[in-house]
């Protein structure tokens, strides 16, 4: 697989903390030789954290951005999410 890191992030309707996060993993400088992407599991969310992930993997590629993947987990709870995202998880 090589060196590769999976950033996972589960949340429950933050959508603005989430976008502040993202943002800044977006900034951060990443070690040489490592390729990093994103994932987010959007646990039960009801709020606009659904529709900012799905316009944030529709922008194009470039700018520094990190690759992001995201997935619904309907079922509320952060074992439901964590369990969700260690399925998808592609990282070392």
């Not at 943002?23 to 959007?42: C, E, F, H, K, M």
Request: glycine letters at 8%; charged letters at 25%; aromatic letters at 2%.
């Amino acid at each position: 697989m090589g060196n590769h890191l999976t950033v996972l992030i589960c949340t429950h309707n933050h959508a603005e903390m989430l976008r502040k996060a993202l943002d800044s993993l977006n900034r951060a400088q990443r070690p040489v030789g490592l390729t990093v992407d994103i994932l987010v599991i959007a646990n039960a969310c009801q709020d606009s954290t659904q529709r900012m992930l799905d316009a944030d993997v529709r922008r194009p590629a470039g700018g520094g951005r990190l690759p992001l993947r995201w997935f619904d987990e309907p079922q509320a709870g952060k074992s439901h999410a964590l369990n969700r995202g260690t399925a998808e998880l592609r990282g070392d």
